[in-house]
């Protein structure tokens, strides 16, 4: 590792040695389906839960060292074919110069949230990522030496209507219909919002890639809130101008990162986010594979989408389970994953029997 003052610098990687994560972003074949969970870093594993407890969450989040571990903890354990680096969507707020606090049992919290379009004086206008993010990028660099080039590493950020939707709500919330009100109410200070998340978002995600991201994930976690005309409106113009807008700028430096988004619950906009400059995209439980596979239209390629509830089933029902979701997407530009996070009360044995199940399945689809 190359140590400068104490930094560990974004240059003379490892060579990686699992490509199929990466193979299957760009539709070529792989020997097995790749396969990575959402949430892999999280409450159901014992370690985690252990080197967490009694450390705020966001100062964990602002140590690279701390990242690192947890990133790496999962894959000590399953043979996961991608690692994402330990972080939150919420630290754009933040940089934004808003107040995010993890309070127990409650989830993210925010004590001021935006209420009106004059807060958006409050937002820093211009944000200096390397200034305010400059800690996850340290943590990118730094688990990409430690990774050790066992698999690619995965970074990600919100996207712009899921992070509005939290600075407004103030936290999680069912019917998000504060941060709609503003969509009805306010379009164009929504607009002005979006936009600004939208700048941030894209330097954001280029600071991750120049710190050693091998491929990004932009999370809409709250798709499902809007209906496909709100869609149009106020999500999808601006997760196509962050790919766009990464895409050039990487393409003047000739590198290749591939873009993955996550749309939760818009099965609506599918054949949009198709058309959207990623390539591929992520599905929910919702959406039947093969109807996915039709909508598509062979554009893209797939990630997802087993109900993280399956994982409660026995270890031979998930085999079952994983068999016929290999068998609706094909083995070809395939990512298997969960359709959303796992939850913190799931056996990680559970989780392994999972991941082999893929593993077993598609090599052996793959050999028919
Ligand atoms: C493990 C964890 C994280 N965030 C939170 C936790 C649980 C709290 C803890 O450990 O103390 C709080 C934490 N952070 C958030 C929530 C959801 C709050 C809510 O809406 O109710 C919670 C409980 C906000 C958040 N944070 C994230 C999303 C998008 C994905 C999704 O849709 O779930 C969202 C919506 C992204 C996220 N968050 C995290 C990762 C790490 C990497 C991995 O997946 O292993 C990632 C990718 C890490």
Same mark, same amino acid.
């Given at each position: 590792?190359?140590?400068?003052?104490?930094?560990?610098?974004?240059?003379? %990687?490892?060579?990686?040695?699992?490509? $199929?994560?990466?193979?299957?972003?760009?539709?070529?074949?792989?020997? *097995?389906?790749?396969?990575?969970?959402?949430?892999?870093?999280?409450?159901?594993?014992?370690?985690?839960?252990?080197?967490?407890?009694?450390?705020?969450?966001?100062?964990?989040?602002? &140590?690279?060292?701390?990242?690192?571990? =947890?990133?790496?903890?999962?894959?000590?354990?399953?043979? %996961?074919?991608? $690692?994402?680096?330990?972080?939150?969507?919420?630290?754009?707020?933040?940089?934004?110069?808003?107040?995010?606090?993890?309070?127990?049992?409650?989830?993210?919290?925010?004590?001021?949230?935006?209420?009106?379009? @004059?807060?958006?004086?409050?937002?820093?206008?211009?944000?200096?990522? /390397?200034?305010?993010?400059?800690?996850?990028?340290?943590?990118?660099?730094?688990?990409?030496?430690? =990774?050790?080039?066992?698999?690619?590493?995965?970074?990600?950020?919100?996207?712009?209507?899921? =992070?509005?939707?939290?600075?407004?709500?103030?936290?999680?919330?069912?019917? *998000? &219909?504060?941060?709609?009100?503003?969509?009805?109410?306010?379009?164009?200070?929504?607009?002005?919002?979006?936009?600004? =998340?939208?700048?941030?978002?894209?330097?954001?995600?280029?600071?991750?890639?120049? $710190?050693?991201?091998?491929?990004?994930?932009?999370?809409?976690?709250?798709?499902?809130?809007?209906?496909?005309?709100?869609?149009?409106?106020? &999500?999808?113009?601006?997760?196509?101008?962050?790919?766009?807008?990464?895409?050039?700028?990487?393409?003047?430096?000739?590198?290749?990162?591939?873009?993955?988004?996550?749309?939760?619950?818009?099965?609506?906009?599918? @054949?949009?986010?198709?058309?959207? *400059?990623?390539?591929?995209?992520?599905?929910?439980?919702?959406?039947?594979?093969? &109807?996915?596979?039709?909508?598509?239209?062979?554009?893209?390629?797939?990630?997802?989408?087993?109900?993280?509830?399956?994982?409660?089933?026995?270890?031979?029902?998930?085999?079952?389970?994983?068999?016929?979701?290999?068998?609706?997407?094909?083995?070809?530009?395939?990512? $298997?994953?969960?359709?959303?996070?796992?939850?913190?009360?799931?056996?990680?044995?559970?989780?392994?029997?999972?991941?082999?199940?893929?593993?077993?399945?598609?090599? *052996?689809? /793959?050999?028919?």
């Amino acid at each position: 590792i190359m140590e400068n003052d104490g930094l560990i610098l974004p240059k003379d %990687f490892p060579k990686l040695k699992n490509d $199929a994560f990466l193979r299957a972003c760009h539709g070529q074949e792989t020997n *097995h389906v790749p396969v990575w969970c959402m949430r892999q870093a999280g409450r159901y594993l014992p370690e985690f839960r252990e080197f967490r407890a009694g450390k705020d969450f966001f100062e964990t989040c602002r &140590s690279p060292a701390a990242c690192c571990e =947890l990133t790496l903890q999962p894959l000590r354990r399953f043979p %996961f074919d991608a $690692a994402i680096i330990f972080s939150d969507i919420l630290v754009i707020p933040q940089a934004m110069g808003m107040d995010v606090q993890m309070v127990a049992g409650k989830g993210p919290t925010f004590p001021e949230p935006l209420k009106e379009p @004059e807060d958006l004086l409050l937002l820093q206008p211009k944000v200096d990522v /390397n200034k305010e993010l400059g800690y996850v990028f340290k943590a990118i660099t730094l688990t990409r030496h430690k =990774l050790d080039g066992k698999v690619p590493l995965i970074g990600f950020t919100g996207a712009p209507w899921t =992070l509005m939707a939290y600075m407004i709500e103030g936290g999680g919330s069912t019917t *998000h &219909s504060k941060a709609k009100r503003w969509l009805y109410r306010h379009p164009e200070a929504s607009h002005k919002l979006l936009k600004m =998340l939208t700048d941030v978002i894209v330097e954001y995600l280029l600071g991750q890639v120049a $710190a050693g991201a091998q491929a990004l994930q932009v999370f809409e976690s709250h798709a499902g809130c809007l209906g496909p005309v709100e869609f149009q409106e106020f &999500s999808l113009p601006y997760l196509r101008d962050i790919a766009r807008k990464v895409k050039d700028q990487l393409k003047e430096s000739g590198q290749d990162v591939p873009m993955i988004v996550f749309a939760k619950d818009g099965h609506y906009g599918l @054949e949009d986010l198709s058309q959207s *400059h990623y390539e591929v995209v992520g599905l929910d439980w919702t959406i039947d594979p093969r &109807s996915a596979r039709e909508r598509t239209g062979g554009k893209v390629s797939l990630q997802g989408n087993m109900d993280p509830c399956a994982l409660y089933a026995p270890k031979e029902r998930i085999s079952e389970i994983v068999k016929k979701m290999l068998e609706g997407f094909g083995t070809r530009g395939y990512i $298997a994953n969960l359709g959303h996070g796992l939850y913190p009360d799931m056996d990680p044995e559970n989780v392994g029997a999972f991941v082999e199940a893929v593993h077993t399945h598609s090599r *052996h689809l /793959n050999l028919k």
